[in-house]
């Protein structure tokens, strides 16, 4: 995964199936921040990576389960500390209350059998969904200056002055 290709937060929504709204709100308390591009001030695009898109796409099912947003920033935090690669072989499981980290069918089965895990999140299969979807969507190098907006009112602004 080439970590300086990224995605504006429309595409990560669509990716994720998450609204602006929740995006945002997550980026800016700190759940998940964008790891390619974070906005220094105005006028400047969030750009998240693959890694963010596929976080995202976790976060969104275990809020739809039920788990409560202090249980998924733990999970997140986790999830932060591993790399790219690892994360295709972790199962997260859930009582609706706790999130398990699970890297083996061992490990499933013995939550499974303790009562604890009511349902599971296999992430490589995450990982494909999230990677099939983000091929049919555009995507911007971190290095690449944002084109103005054509409907951005401040932005044409800005042109007209630079070419006064």
């Known amino acids: 995964?080439?970590?300086?290709?990224?995605?504006?937060?429309?595409?990560?929504?669509?990716?994720?199936?998450?609204t602006y709204r929740q995006l945002d709100y997550w980026a800016r308390t700190g759940l998940l921040e964008p790891s390619v591009r974070n906005p220094s001030g105005s006028g400047t695009q969030r750009l998240y990576s693959f890694r963010d898109i596929l976080v995202l796409k976790i976060i969104k099912r275990l809020?739809?389960?039920?788990?409560?947003?202090?249980?998924?920033?733990?999970?997140?935090?986790?999830?932060?500390?591993?790399?790219?690669?690892?994360?295709?072989?972790?199962?997260?499981?859930s009582d609706g209350a706790s999130v398990y980290e699970c890297t083996s069918d061992d490990e499933v089965i013995d939550l499974v059998r303790g009562g604890q895990g009511v349902f599971g999140?296999?992430?490589?299969?995450?990982?494909?969904?999230v990677e099939g979807t983000l091929a049919q969507l555009p995507s911007e190098r971190a290095d690449d200056v944002a084109p103005d907006h054509p409907g951005d009112e401040l932005s044409a602004r800005r042109r007209a002055r630079r070419t006064s």
Not at 6 to 13: E, K, L, S
Not at 81 to 90: K, M, N, Y
């Open 63 to 93: 809020l739809d389960t039920g788990v409560s947003l202090q249980q998924i920033r733990v999970a997140v935090g986790a999830l932060r500390e591993r790399g790219v690669q690892d994360l295709a072989d972790i199962t997260l499981m």
């Open 1 to 18: 995964m080439d970590e300086t290709i990224g995605y504006r937060g429309p595409t990560a929504c669509g990716a994720a199936g998450v």
């Open 121 to 129: 999140i296999a992430v490589g299969s995450v990982w494909r969904e």
